[in-house]
């Protein structure tokens, strides 16, 4: 770094290299911090048999215990099949594998907390949104750790 300040801008296309350098800093600090990195994808997804296209599926990752679900999503033809319960299980059982006692989530009111709840989680919070009228709804749920 130079002795000037570093100048800042803003976008909403960061180059794969900028995200690299941000997310190594973060993960050097961390190890520093904790003593270890275990930062790692997760990802569990719905494919079509016949073509092999991904339908939807579930976006994660796993980071000193802890397991995010960023992203869930399948199509309405592909709802109502159980689908979503398994990926949400495939999901946290490998979360666990990975040594993960704690699952967090946001959705929106109209998405699926309910969903959600059916399969143990747990509310922690609610985050008024905009449009006006809406919600977003942080939950949680303890993870069964599992043997490696």
Not at 17 to 37: C, P
Not at 101 to 123: D, K, M, S
Request: net charge negative.
């Amino acid at each position: 770094m130079t002795d000037r300040e570093p100048e800042l801008f803003l976008t909403d296309a960061p180059d794969p290299h900028a995200e690299e350098i941000v997310d190594a800093g973060l993960r050097e600090y961390n190890r520093q911090q904790a003593g270890y990195v275990d930062s790692r994808p997760l990802a569990v997804l719905a494919r079509d048999p016949a073509s092999g296209e991904v339908l939807g599926g579930l976006i994660g990752r796993t980071t000193l215990g802890l397991f995010f679900v960023d992203i869930i999503h399948l199509p309405a033809a592909a709802r109502g099949h159980r689908l979503g319960g398994r990926m949400l299980e495939m999901a946290e059982t490998e979360a666990a594998r990975r040594g993960c006692t704690r699952a967090v989530l946001f959705t929106i009111h109209f998405q699926a907390p309910g969903f959600y709840a059916a399969h143990g989680w747990q509310e922690i919070a609610r985050i008024v949104c905009d449009p006006p009228g809406h919600t977003r709804i942080c939950m949680s749920k303890r993870l069964t750790p599992t043997e490696a």
